[in-house]
């Protein structure tokens, strides 16, 4: 809470957000945040370390993202896919989909990682097996698109009305 106080005291804008649903407020993430800043033009300038805002980069040239590993700074679509080996944020999506994300508490197929995604997405052969638990995951109501809305940072995604606030400086 005193960081909170102190921020705007040292020019640090806050912005909290929140959506409301079956009579209940929920709290946005701070990549939820940052795609509706992204994708509604509000900010000039966005940078993160964190690599979900990958799939932000080359909207309305704001987002920017250091690959710390890397030392590297994404900016581009083209860079996107250097740094990812993902042609569009929509494939990176779906292999996060089916992979899982263990930090972001997004469940996946268990056993099947990001170099056998790529290969069935891109319509590589895979095992009968890989191919029989990607295709229960799709089907499964709880499986794919579950886990594809909680990795997109598609704001069209969240499941209520939104509003956020910006405590100036």
Not at 141 to 154: A, C, I, M, T, V
């Amino acid at each position: 809470e005193l960081l909170l106080e102190a921020l705007p005291e040292m020019g640090v804008n806050q912005i909290t957000g929140y959506y409301d649903k079956d009579g209940k407020t929920y709290g946005l993430e701070a990549d939820d945040i940052a795609s509706i800043y992204a994708h509604g033009g509000f900010a000039d300038y966005l940078l993160s370390s964190d690599k979900d805002w990958l799939q932000l980069v080359g909207i309305r040239n704001t987002v920017k993202v250091y690959r710390q590993i890397q030392k590297t700074l994404v900016e581009t679509r083209e860079q996107f896919e250097e740094s990812t080996g993902y042609a569009t944020a929509e494939i990176f999506r779906k292999a996060k989909a089916i992979t899982g994300e263990s930090g972001d508490n997004i469940p996946g197929i268990l056993g099947i990682g990001l170099k056998t995604a790529n290969k069935w997405l891109a319509n590589e052969k895979v095992s009968a097996t890989v191919e029989q638990k990607i295709s229960a995951w799709i089907e499964d109501p709880e499986g794919f698109n579950r886990s594809y809305k909680l990795f997109s940072l598609d704001i069209r995604d969240i499941p209520g009305e939104v509003r956020y606030e910006t405590v100036p400086t």
